[in-house]
């Protein structure tokens, strides 16, 4: 993956998988790709981001649906993490681990409430809905009037995480995060971040954001290395879903290349 900002100009050089890579843009605007002595074809360009693949194009990147109805303004985000795809994806999506790791500014301390979560799979997507009593509440969440929206978290195929923000239906927030394995324990992500508009309320929006996420994820890293460092530590250990890990199974389903099951639709939890 490739900023698309980053292929205005002159060719870009890329190695994946020790396969390098030459991008660039062809009249028309249109990214194209080619491997050494291979023949030159179209570059995927979604969200803000170019996808090349050392062999035949990639044909499904889980773009999924377009991230907010025009007008928007969006940010990128991207970095690895010493995590698998399956730990990143389900940490992405975890609504009920902001109560403990995000404590203060995303949630208030001792606000835990129950809420009652939906579940529905498809093929090769799970996602979960929750309330709005499910929102953040902290002192930063409350700054951006998170607090009252709905909650829907996505996994899709082949390895993508939505987060979606609705105000009585309305989109006012959407972020995307697309992983690619670096290693069996390590994960890159790239990240699209909108909010809807493109004026100077917006504009502040995604500021603020981009310091909140900037947080969010140092956090989140420190935990699932901390994971990854007593594996190393105590050795593998099997899988085990909690109640609360509403899209973990399906998650694990979809990288496997299964359909993702739904037991329960509707679920309690606290968060």
């Known amino acids: 993956m490739l900023r698309a900002r980053d292929l205005r100009g002159a060719p870009v050089l890329r190695v994946l998988a020790d396969t390098p890579l030459r991008l660039w ?26 996808f090349a693949a050392g062999d035949d194009p990639p044909t499904d990147t889980g773009t999924g649906p377009p991230l907010l109805p025009p007008p928007f303004r969006k940010i ?26 995000h404590q203060g500014y995303l949630r208030r301390p001792g606000s ?12 090769g997507w799970i996602s979960a809905t929750y309330p709005p009593g499910a929102a953040p509440s902290g002192w930063g969440a409350r700054l951006l ?19 979606s923000y609705t105000d009585a239906g309305k989109p006012v927030f959407a972020a995307r995060f697309r992983l690619a394995p670096v290693s069996v324990d390590e994960t890159y992500v790239a990240g699209t971040i909108a909010v809807p508009g493109n004026g100077l309320a917006a504009h502040v929006k995604l500021a603020a954001l981009r310091l ?32 609360q890990d509403l899209l973990r199974p399906g998650i694990e389903a979809i990288l496997a290349g299964r359909c993702p099951q739904v037991p329960r639709p509707r679920v309690g939890l606290l968060v």
């Open 145 to 163: 009037s998170a607090h009252r929206y709905t909650i829907r978290d996505t996994f899709r195929a082949p390895a993508t995480a939505d987060v």
């Open 25 to 50: 843009r062809e009249k028309g605007g249109i990214a194209a790709v080619a491997a050494a002595s291979a023949a030159a074809r179209p570059a995927l360009e979604a969200d803000g981001w170019i």
């Open 212 to 243: 909140f996420f900037q947080r969010i994820f140092a956090e989140d890293r420190a935990i699932l290395e901390l994971i990854g460092e007593n594996r190393e530590v105590h050795g593998p250990a099997p899988l085990v879903f909690a109640p």
């Open 112 to 123: 835990r409430r129950p809420v009652e979560a939906s579940i529905e799979s498809g093929d």
């Open 76 to 101: 990128l985000i991207e970095g690895r993490v010493r995590a698998g795809l399956g730990d990143v994806g389900e940490n992405i999506l975890d609504t009920t681990h902001t109560s403990v790791v």
